[in-house]
């Protein structure tokens, strides 16, 4: 089976932006999850769905930061608009539903100017 | 709140010893599963063991073993007999069964080198 995927890898982007980061779970997987990880925070949870329906989207990211799943095999993040404190990685990760381990993507690396 | 806290910021180790990174976290969950994660300098993250907090066996995996000692809410990792390959920062992370906890809470992480 195919891991997770995300693309792009790496995205640079003008401060005002906006900016779609896309991800594919492991097929079967009901639990999706995005997350921001920075030196400084860690990993940080943005978005969780579970069969495609928003269970939490991060608190204080709610406002420029919008996670969708647009059926069971694709989800995306947009960023509108970009601001500097938005470089980060940003992963995705999906499991089965329940208490199971992650399975996480390669990342995107986002450079906002 | 949940919250994992792991320690050691970085721990350097000859190869082929075993080493032990520590974890601990909060909770008010009476259930909840209790992971370690591997970053490596590619920015892969791996998933390496799990424990649930029912079950009182320590979970083996491999070269990869936990202490998990649930009324120190401590849950270390060790390593046995470790690779020049291990090098890469760990995580320990939390995920609870209901409401907000279902979410991984991750800590900070250890970065291990494991010198030739």
């Known amino acids: 089976d195919a891991g997770v995927t995300q693309t792009p890898r790496h995205e640079v982007a003008e401060k005002g932006q906006t900016i779609i980061l896309k991800c594919e779970p492991v097929?079967?997987?009901?639990?999706l999850f995005w997350y921001r990880q920075t030196k400084i925070q860690g990993l940080e949870l943005l978005s969780y769905?579970?069969?495609?329906?928003?269970?939490?989207d991060g608190g204080a990211f709610k406002d420029r930061f919008k996670a969708e799943m647009l059926n069971s095999s694709f989800s995306t993040l947009k960023i509108q608009p970009t601001e500097p404190k938005d470089s980060a990685v940003y992963l995705c990760?999906?499991?089965?539903?329940?208490?199971?381990?992650?399975?996480f993507g390669p990342g995107t690396r986002l450079t906002v100017l | 709140a949940q919250k994992v806290t792991q320690t050691q910021t970085s721990i350097s180790v000859m190869e082929k010893t075993t080493v032990t990174m520590d974890c601990v976290y909060e909770?008010?969950?009476?259930?909840?599963?209790l992971f370690w994660y591997k970053q490596t300098a590619s920015g892969e993250i791996v998933f390496l063991i799990r424990?649930?907090?029912?079950?009182?066996e320590n979970a083996t995996e491999g070269h990869y073993s936990l202490n998990f000692q649930k009324p120190k809410s401590s849950i270390g990792l060790i390593i046995t007999a470790t690779q020049i390959e291990d090098s890469a920062v760990y995580f320990c992370?939390?995920?609870?069964?209901?409401?907000?906890?279902?979410?991984?809470?991750f800590g900070l992480g250890t970065t291990l080198q494991v010198q030739p």
């Open positions: 992370a939390m995920r609870g069964l209901t409401g907000n906890t279902r979410k991984l809470i």
């Open positions: 990760a999906s499991s089965l539903m329940g208490p199971y381990e992650q399975y």
């Open positions: 097929s079967g997987h009901n639990d």
């Open positions: 424990q649930d907090s029912y079950k009182k």
């Open positions: 909770t008010r969950d009476s259930s909840y599963f």
């Open positions: 769905f579970r069969s495609k329906s928003l269970m939490e």
